[in-house]
């Protein structure tokens, strides 16, 4: 059975068809959903969603409750359906710290409720539907959409550029900002994670693609795109609108203790008032505005509320319900870890005529789920008994009981008591080559080093002509001046250089020998300490030592028993030691880094499969730990 099957089997009870044909009828204004535990409310309304759109907006008391509930309908439903509405602000109505991030997402949510005005699912916090938006007409007038064969000139697009206050850089990595070289314009918008690489060929668009600001390589071609600046800057100081103003009129929407949010919302606004006063300076923007500029005040936003469908979630309802719909349904037990009792409680529910749902985020964990059901001993009554549930791999926040359908949905990090994490907008690791955000922080001075031609000086990014076209390039300087220009797309050909704190570096001769030497020399050295190495390890490996057996599901029970799920770089060191641990030839394996949680339980596992399954000296190079031989440890309890 998959979560489709589990979908249906929502939809179809006489409450949740009750629930679709109010809402498809519109024949009431206040409708409370009762008695619905865990993640059953997002199953719910994401099989609604499912057969029907509709405009959606979800308003929850905190943050991190509209993450967790936004992460739910994503997984569910698929990426990109369900999107979060944050707050402008790192801290809450901390108007000096605005996080970029977040108005980039605010600004794809207006963007997209304008654009598909009749289906959107919007999941927000009280805070954020607080604030006050841009109105349509000032985000139409101040957007540019643009496509693929379009006539535009490189003009036109620099003078929307500028009237929107985007900066031109030599090199985009933020939010607001803009490039030129040659045909080529780079620009990061605000509607859009990632930013535009436009080619145009005379007076007309060839090309768009998204690309990755540290790389510089293409992620995907476009065929049409949106341009808007940051919609929380000075650029529009015109008018603003409450953000219920730029929903549609048919928007539904769906509340979870709405008591909790209004008391919050009217508390922060004393904390606002109190720490601004009524009148608000704008650093940045070299002006003052009122916190009602700002901020609806609690009284519009609840007059603002009262024009919709409200749907409210949870078991004390704001409003008094015109109609009211009662699930039955209980949180997931609780366990502890006790595997046994699980065992025990899912062959009680197959007696009962339930259904089990394990909800795992990856098939790892149904592996391991599986291995631990194979190998735990057995009660009486249940010997013989077949073992009966189906695994999602769908991550849900927390699981629940639906006595009225007969199925029991459990999640993994509830199970192995771990902590669940919401996943917002992914994040770009920085690479060893330079990134062009490093590029730009780089001073006249600084050394760099050159895969071919070894150690120069950063002099600056300078204008080249390159056959025929205008291009940035990187500046290096080397030993009796002599000047090599780098294009940025052959930045991963160079890097910062790193040396001994104080010691500076002798720079290259362009054209000499010195630098191929130096590396000829060190890679014979290298050679030479390899095969060294490989006879050392032949004879190692010739040696026979002691094997240990494969993991029981006492081990794996241990492992899961961590808080939280580990790194990729964390399972593969872990992997890598247990392999070495069940070969028959010494284990030479060095785990270092920083002291920190992924070498804590690498270090505990290896002891646990010391003490389970026998008696083997372990060396690890790991600080602030004195490892002994196993009748050692026993010793020193």
Same mark, same amino acid.
């Given at each position: 059975?998959? +979560?489709? %099957?589990?979908? =249906? !089997? /929502?939809?179809?009870?006489?409450? @949740?068809?009750?629930?679709?044909? *109010? &809402? +498809?009828? %519109?024949?009431? =204004? !206040? /409708?409370?959903?009762?008695?619905? @535990?865990?993640?059953?409310?997002? *199953? &719910? +309304?994401?099989?609604?969603?499912?057969?029907?759109?509709?405009?959606?907006?979800?308003?929850?008391?905190?943050?991190?409750?509209?993450?967790?509930?936004?992460?739910?309908?994503?997984?569910?439903?698929?990426?990109?359906?369900?999107?979060?509405?944050?707050?402008?602000?790192?801290?809450?109505?901390?108007?000096?710290?605005?996080?970029?991030?977040?108005?980039?997402?605010?600004?794809?949510?207006?963007?997209?409720?304008?654009?598909?005005?009749?289906?959107?699912?919007?999941?927000?916090?009280?805070?954020?539907?607080?604030?006050?938006?841009?109105?349509?007409?000032?985000?139409?007038?101040?957007?540019?959409?643009?496509?693929?064969?379009?006539?535009?000139?490189?003009?036109?697009?620099?003078?929307?550029?500028?009237?929107?206050?985007?900066?031109?850089?030599?090199?985009?990595?933020?939010?607001?900002?803009?490039?030129?070289?040659?045909?080529?314009?780079?620009?990061?918008?605000?509607?859009?994670?990632?930013?535009?690489?436009?080619?145009?060929?005379?007076?007309?668009?060839?090309?768009?693609?998204?690309?990755?600001?540290?790389?510089?390589?293409?992620?995907?071609?476009?065929?049409?795109?949106?341009?808007?600046?940051?919609?929380?800057?000075?650029?529009?100081?015109?008018?603003?609108?409450?953000?219920?103003?730029?929903?549609?009129?048919?928007?539904?929407?769906?509340?979870?203790?709405?008591?909790?949010?209004?008391?919050?919302?009217?508390?922060?606004?004393?904390?606002?008032?109190?720490?601004?006063?009524?009148?608000?300076?704008?650093?940045?923007?070299?002006?003052?505005?009122?916190?009602?500029?700002?901020?609806?005040?609690?009284?519009?936003?609840?007059?603002?509320?009262?024009?919709?469908?409200?749907?409210?979630?949870?078991?004390?309802?704001?409003?008094?319900?015109?109609?009211?719909?009662?699930?039955?349904?209980?949180?997931?037990?609780?366990?502890?870890?006790?595997?046994?009792?699980?065992?025990?409680?899912?062959?009680?529910?197959?007696?009962?005529?339930?259904?089990?749902?394990?909800?795992?985020?990856?098939?790892?964990?149904?592996?391991?789920?599986?291995?631990?059901?194979?190998?735990?001993?057995?009660?009486?009554?249940?010997?013989?008994?077949?073992?009966?549930?189906?695994?999602?791999?769908?991550?849900?926040?927390?699981?629940?009981?639906?006595?009225?359908?007969?199925?029991?949905?459990?999640?993994?990090?509830?199970?192995?008591?771990?902590?669940?994490?919401?996943?917002?907008?992914?994040?770009?690791?920085?690479?060893?080559?330079?990134?062009?955000?490093?590029?730009?922080?780089?001073?006249?001075?600084?050394?760099?080093?050159?895969?071919?031609?070894?150690?120069?000086?950063?002099?600056?990014?300078?204008?080249?002509?390159?056959?025929?076209?205008?291009?940035?390039?990187?500046?290096?300087?080397?030993?009796?001046?002599?000047?090599?220009?780098?294009?940025?797309?052959?930045?991963?050909?160079?890097?910062?250089?790193?040396?001994?704190?104080?010691?500076?570096?002798?720079?290259?001769?362009?054209?000499?020998?010195?630098?191929?030497?130096?590396?000829?020399?060190?890679?014979?050295?290298?050679?030479?300490?390899?095969?060294?190495?490989?006879?050392?390890?032949?004879?190692?490996?010739?040696?026979?030592?002691?094997?240990?057996?494969?993991?029981?599901?006492?081990?794996?029970?241990?492992?899961?028993?961590?808080?939280?799920?580990?790194?990729?770089?964390?399972?593969?060191?872990?992997?890598?030691?247990?392999?070495?641990?069940?070969?028959?030839?010494?284990?030479?394996?060095?785990?270092?880094?920083?002291?920190?949680?992924?070498?804590?339980?690498?270090?505990?596992?290896?002891?646990?499969?010391?003490?389970?399954?026998?008696?083997?000296?372990?060396?690890?190079?790991?600080?602030?730990?004195?490892?002994?031989?196993?009748?050692?440890?026993?010793?020193?309890?």
């Amino acid at each position: 059975m998959d +979560l489709n %099957s589990v979908l =249906q !089997r /929502i939809l179809d009870q006489p409450q @949740s068809r009750r629930l679709e044909n *109010l &809402l +498809l009828k %519109s024949e009431c =204004q !206040r /409708i409370h959903l009762a008695g619905l @535990s865990g993640s059953s409310d997002a *199953l &719910l +309304l994401a099989a609604f969603f499912k057969e029907h759109r509709h405009p959606a907006l979800f308003i929850f008391g905190d943050r991190e409750e509209a993450a967790y509930f936004q992460n739910d309908l994503e997984n569910i439903l698929g990426v990109g359906r369900a999107v979060l509405y944050p707050s402008s602000y790192k801290k809450p109505y901390q108007i000096d710290l605005p996080d970029n991030g977040n108005i980039l997402q605010r600004a794809e949510v207006l963007t997209r409720i304008n654009k598909t005005r009749d289906h959107f699912i919007i999941v927000t916090d009280a805070e954020a539907a607080l604030e006050r938006v841009i109105t349509k007409k000032t985000l139409e007038r101040n957007t540019l959409d643009i496509k693929v064969g379009q006539k535009f000139t490189f003009d036109f697009l620099m003078e929307f550029l500028q009237e929107n206050t985007f900066e031109r850089i030599d090199f985009v990595f933020e939010p607001g900002q803009y490039s030129i070289r040659g045909g080529i314009m780079d620009i990061y918008s605000f509607a859009h994670e990632l930013p535009f690489r436009i080619e145009l060929n005379g007076d007309k668009i060839e090309s768009i693609r998204s690309f990755d600001p540290s790389t510089q390589l293409s992620e995907q071609s476009l065929g049409f795109v949106t341009l808007i600046p940051n919609i929380q800057s000075g650029l529009i100081t015109e008018e603003h609108e409450s953000f219920f103003d730029f929903l549609p009129d048919n928007t539904i929407i769906y509340t979870k203790d709405l008591h909790y949010s209004m008391t919050s919302i009217q508390a922060s606004m004393e904390i606002v008032v109190e720490k601004y006063g009524n009148e608000i300076k704008i650093d940045d923007e070299q002006a003052i505005r009122r916190v009602d500029d700002l901020f609806d005040t609690p009284e519009l936003f609840k007059e603002k509320l009262e024009k919709h469908i409200i749907v409210e979630l949870g078991n004390k309802p704001y409003y008094q319900p015109e109609e009211l719909i009662t699930y039955s349904t209980k949180p997931q037990p609780h366990f502890n870890k006790n595997f046994g009792l699980l065992l025990d409680d899912l062959f009680t529910n197959q007696k009962k005529a339930y259904t089990n749902f394990l909800f795992a985020e990856s098939a790892k964990q149904s592996e391991r789920l599986y291995t631990i059901f194979e190998d735990l001993p057995r009660s009486d009554e249940n010997k013989g008994l077949e073992l009966k549930f189906h695994t999602i791999h769908t991550a849900l926040h927390q699981g629940f009981i639906h006595d009225d359908l007969k199925i029991i949905c459990y999640t993994d990090h509830q199970i192995f008591n771990r902590y669940h994490r919401f996943r917002l907008k992914k994040n770009y690791s920085k690479s060893e080559a330079i990134t062009l955000k490093e590029l730009y922080s780089l001073k006249p001075g600084d050394f760099i080093t050159h895969i071919d031609h070894g150690v120069g000086r950063f002099a600056g990014l300078e204008t080249i002509d390159a056959n025929g076209k205008q291009q940035e390039a990187i500046r290096l300087v080397y030993r009796d001046n002599d000047i090599l220009y780098i294009s940025i797309h052959s930045l991963h050909r160079i890097a910062r250089y790193s040396s001994k704190e104080g010691e500076a570096p002798s720079l290259n001769k362009l054209g000499s020998t010195a630098w191929s030497t130096l590396k000829q020399k060190t890679k014979k050295k290298v050679k030479d300490i390899a095969k060294e190495l490989i006879a050392l390890y032949a004879k190692r490996k010739a040696q026979k030592g002691f094997a240990f057996t494969k993991d029981s599901y006492l081990q794996t029970e241990l492992e899961v028993s961590f808080m939280y799920e580990d790194t990729p770089d964390q399972s593969k060191s872990t992997n890598d030691v247990k392999r070495d641990m069940e070969k028959d030839f010494p284990m030479d394996r060095l785990i270092c880094g920083d002291v920190g949680f992924g070498k804590q339980k690498s270090l505990f596992v290896q002891l646990s499969k010391l003490f389970v399954m026998g008696n083997k000296w372990l060396y690890l190079c790991l600080p602030q730990f004195w490892l002994y031989s196993t009748s050692e440890l026993f010793q020193k309890g």
